[in-house]
């Protein structure tokens, strides 16, 4: 049965940093590009960063370029955002989503994602 599950939010100060994990199962983990999307309160979710199935074709929305990192390890299932310089406008609920159908080597983007995790909330405050 296919999980995903996000960890590593919580509560940061501004400028601070952190990790999400987006641990998968039930799945073979190398068939799907992924996305990390977020979702503030009173917003629409927004597509935050990508990363296809090889790993090396990365994409980022504009507000978070130079600030945050994705990576993936298909030996252990698990994607990762890196989360540098956060800002209160980061706050947010932060998932990750898979998206099956692409080639190995084929870029990756925010539209047809077919699971999706929980989410893992992310506040930055002081």
């Known amino acids: 049965q296919l999980q995903l599950v996000e960890s590593g939010g919580g509560l940061v100060q501004p400028g601070g940093s952190l990790r999400l994990s987006c641990a998968a199962s039930?799945?073979?983990?190398?068939?799907?590009?992924i996305g990390w999307f977020r979702q503030a309160p009173g917003k629409e979710r927004e597509g935050v960063s990508c990363?296809?199935?090889?790993?090396?074709?990365?994409k980022y929305a504009d507000s978070v370029k130079g600030r945050f990192t994705v990576s993936r390890d298909n030996a252990k299932n698990t994607v990762y955002l890196q989360m540098n310089s956060l800002q209160p406008e980061d706050t947010a609920v932060y998932y990750c989503?898979?998206?099956?159908?692409?080639?190995?080597?084929?870029?990756?983007?925010?539209?047809?994602?077919?699971?999706w995790g929980k989410g893992t909330l992310v506040t930055v405050s002081s």
């Open positions: 039930g799945i073979t983990f190398d068939y799907y590009a």
């Open positions: 989503a898979l998206r099956g159908g692409t080639n190995w080597f084929e870029e990756c983007d925010y539209y047809g994602m077919e699971y």
């Open positions: 990363i296809n199935r090889a790993g090396g074709i990365t």
